[in-house]
C-alpha cells in the first residue's frame, strides 16, 4: 500500500461510514489532481503535507473544531468563569457555616467544632469550584458544537461580534484603583468570622490552658448576655458589610461613592462596638480576676486598659479604612 493509500485510508476511518466511499474517491481525485504526471515518493509527500494532519482533515470533513471551547468564545467562557467561580465558592462557604449554626448542639468543645468547620469550609469550596468549572465548561462546550457559523472571531461578553464602539464601554482601570477578586473574597471571609467570634464568644475568646486531651477553655473573656443584647444592631452591621462587599464586586474598583459608602459603614460601625465595649458588664468577672493574678494588677486598671485597647484598635482600624478607600479612589 502506497502513502496515498495509507494517507486516504486515516482520513476515512475517523468518518462515518456512510460518508467513506464518497470522500475516499473525492480525496484521491484531489490528491492526484496536486500530482505532476510523473511523480516520484517525493511529490507525494510534499502534497500531503499540504493537505495536512489526517486527522484535522477528517474534522473539516465532520465540520466539527478540533478543541473543547475554541477562540469565538473562550473569552466570554473565561471572563464568567472568573466571576461565577468566586461566588459559588462564597455561597459554599456561607451553606457551611450556616449548617452550623443550625446544626451546633454544644456536645462538643467549640474549638475543635470550628476547626472542623474550618476544613470542611475549604473542602466545600474547593468541591463546589470544582463542580463549577466542569458543568460551566460543559455548557461552553455544547454552546461551540451547536453554533455552525464559520466566523471565529472573538465574541464579547454579550455574545455579539466585536465593533470599536465597544471601547466606549470599557472603563480604563488603574491597577492600584482595582478591586480584585481575592479581595473580595477575604472581605466576605473577615464578616463570616467576626460574626461567629461575636454570636460565640462565650466559648470562643477567652482564656486556654493546656490540658490532657489538648486546648482546653477555661474562662470567656466577654459576657455573652451583654453581647446577645445588641444582636439586632450587630444584623444590621453584617447587612451594611456585605451589601459593601458585593457593591465592590459589582464595580470591580474604588470610587468616590464607595469610599463615601465606605466612611460611613466605618464611623457606624465604630460608634456600635465603642457603646457595646463601654458597656461596664461587657468583660466576665472570672476572667478580669485571672488576668490581673497574672499582671497583678487593680481589675479596674486591667479593664480600663483592655477597653481602651479595643477601643483604640476600632478608632485606628476604621480611620486607616476610610483613608485607604479615599485614596484608592482617587487614583487617576
Known sequence: MNLIDIYIQEVTRRLP?????????????????????????????????????????????????????????????????????????VVALISVVAEFFIGYQAEEAIINVVLDLIGLGIWRMIDVSMQTFLWFTLVFAIIERMDKGKDDQPLTTSLKKW??????????????????????FGALLWTAIWATLYFYANQLLGIY????????????????????????????VIGLEIGLTLYKFIKGQWTKRMA????????????????IFINPNILNQDFIKHMTNIFDTQDHQFTTWFIATVLISFIVSAAISIFDGFRKSNIR
Open 17 to 89: 461510514e456512510k460518508m467513506r466511499d464518497d470522500i475516499a474517491l473525492e480525496l484521491r481525485s484531489t490528491i492526484e489532481d496536486m500530482l505532476p504526471d510523473d511523480y516520484n515518493e517525493e511529490d507525494t509527500k510534499t502534497v500531503l503535507e499540504k493537505l495536512g494532519s489526517p486527522v484535522k482533515l477528517a474534522n473539516n470533513y465532520l465540520d466539527r473544531p478540533m478543541h473543547l471551547i475554541g477562540p469565538r468564545y473562550f473569552d466570554v467562557y473565561v471572563s464568567l468563569l472568573k466571576m461565577i467561580v468566586p461566588i459559588a465558592a
Open 163 to 184: 465593533t470599536p464602539d465597544d471601547l466606549k464601554n470599557i472603563t480604563y482601570i488603574p491597577k492600584k484603583k482595582a478591586i480584585s477578586k481575592c479581595e473580595v
Open 209 to 236: 490552658e493546656g490540658g490532657k486531651d489538648g486546648l482546653e477553655f477555661v474562662t470567656p473573656a466577654l459576657n455573652q448576655e451583654a453581647l446577645l443584647g445588641f444582636w439586632p444592631i450587630i444584623l444590621v
Open 260 to 275: 463615601i459608602y465606605n466612611t460611613g459603614l466605618q464611623v457606624f460601625s465604630a460608634i456600635v462596638f465603642i457603646v
